[in-house]
């Protein structure tokens, strides 16, 4: 007689017994695969504008960047200049601490150094542990 | 002849099964839930060479006190997804600082190759709008050469 069977086993509804495993399914995938951009990098604080604070040179170790990223080194008042690599300003600061733990870092960049020698001075002087760092300019 | 169920009669009527016709929509309002409190951020990240360090540390900080200045390798100052000349970073963080409630913090996010003039000078704008937290955004260095301490 008719074509169709009526006493077809094929379910016609959507099984929804597993609806919620598939929300948690979904849920959880999106909970894992959300990446937070973290926010990193070297903290520094600025001095308050116009904060002008004297300091004895006996305390101050200049470190000089210069443009092909040289990294010259001077104690307080001494002339003599130690010519370094970024990276052994660390050992040079853990040296000269031990000696003066009121020592501070005057970071002094040429105008024309790229920023990265900075970053690798700045990070060698906090791997060091050191807090009390100025970021000037070279002038003249 | 023993009696069933050590003599305690079960007549209670509830259902003693958590019912799970409505587990889905639990799932899918925890699931729109948390799609719909997601706050992006909607400025655009700009691409820019970033500097390594080792002594690279989480900025402890809320999200929405901390605010991106990218500078580019040609000097170009970029905040919000605006292009600011440098005399008036000042002008534009000033705002931003008050609007935080002096919880500012600045990621300074410059390009490697940046010639330091330019870093400074935004630096002396940062100092005048009194936003004196500052980070430099870098990368941590992927060959780990040292041990960490």
């Given at each position: 007689m008719a074509l169709l069977n009526?006493?077809?086993?094929?379910?016609?509804?959507?099984?929804?017994?597993?609806?919620?495993?598939?929300?948690?399914l979904l849920l959880i995938f999106?909970?894992?695969t959300t990446v937070f951009n973290e926010e990193k990098g070297l903290p520094i604080?600025?001095?308050e504008a116009a904060?002008?604070?004297?300091?004895?040179?006996?305390?101050?170790?200049?470190?000089?960047?210069q443009p092909n990223g040289i990294v010259e080194i001077k104690r307080g008042e001494s002339v003599q200049v130690q010519q370094v690599r970024p990276a052994d300003v660390e050992a040079i600061w853990r040296q000269d601490v031990a000696a003066n733990p009121n020592l501070i870092?005057?970071?002094?960049?040429?105008?024309?150094?790229?920023?990265?020698f900075m970053v690798d001075v700045l990070d060698a002087l906090q791997s060091a542990g050191a807090e009390r760092i100025s970021l000037q300019i070279l002038e003249g | 002849m023993p009696i069933r169920g050590?003599?305690?009669?079960?007549?209670s009527k509830a259902a003693s099964q958590i019912p799970t016709c409505s587990m889905a929509d639990i799932a899918f309002l925890l699931l729109i839930f948390f799609m719909v409190s997601t706050a992006f951020r909607t400025e655009r990240s700009r691409i820019i060479a970033w500097p390594v360090a080792e002594a690279t540390e989480k900025i402890?900080?809320?999200r929405q006190n901390i605010v991106h200045l990218w500078i580019h390798a040609d000097g170009q100052v970029w905040i919000n997804d605006q292009l600011v000349p440098i005399p008036q970073v000042s002008n534009v963080v000033a705002p931003l600082y008050v609007a935080t409630d002096r919880?500012?913090?600045?990621?300074?996010?410059?390009?490697?190759?940046?010639p330091y003039r330019f870093v400074d000078a935004v630096q002396k704008e940062l100092q005048e709008a009194g936003a004196v937290r500052v980070t430099f955004a870098t990368r941590l260095e992927q060959m780990v050469t040292r041990e960490v301490r």
């Open positions: 009526p006493k077809s086993k094929v379910s016609s509804d959507i099984p929804d017994a597993s609806m919620a495993d598939i929300a948690f999106f909970l894992t604080v600025l001095p904060e002008e604070v004297a300091v004895s040179q006996r305390n101050v170790l200049h470190i000089i960047i870092a005057a970071v002094k960049t040429h105008p024309d150094a790229p920023y990265r | 050590g003599g305690f009669q079960r007549k402890d900080e809320k919880r500012l913090v600045v990621a300074i996010r410059g390009d490697r190759e940046a």
